[in-house]
């Protein structure tokens, strides 16, 4: 079983820095793909950014320039987030999608990211 274990999140004012990761664990998987997603109050979850095992990356428009998602070898994934907005105060999630005897998708529990102006 994979566990997603997320990290970083925390307030900050409009136009600072803050750098999520996320780290996953367990035994025999493999992961194909990790991202991050983002959820604010009253509105859906959306994805935020999303990088393959190629390292091929895609981003939402709205943070494109500003996040910039990266992974380790060892499953990790970061998300460095600059020049932050109050609109990108969200919940965020970290999520994997690999194989472990079967395909399975995985959720970290969410890390809370709040921007002042």
């Known amino acids: 079983q994979v566990q997603l274990v997320e990290s970083g999140g925390g307030s900050v004012q409009a136009g600072g820095s803050l750098r999520l990761s996320c780290a996953a664990s367990?035994?025999?998987?493999?992961?194909?793909?990790m991202g991050w997603y983002r959820q604010a109050p009253g509105k859906q979850r959306e994805l935020v950014a999303h990088i393959a095992t190629g390292g091929n990356t895609v981003y939402a428009d709205s943070v494109k320039g500003r996040f910039t998602i990266s992974r380790d070898a060892k499953n990790t994934v970061y998300l460095q987030m600059t020049s932050l907005k109050p609109e990108d105060t969200a919940v965020y999630y970290c999520?994997?999608?690999?194989?472990?005897?079967?395909?399975?998708?995985?959720w970290g529990q969410g890390t809370q990211v709040t921007v002042s102006s």
């Open positions: 999520n994997a999608e690999g194989n472990y005897y079967s395909d399975f998708t995985a």
């Open positions: 367990g035994s025999a998987f493999t992961i194909h793909a």
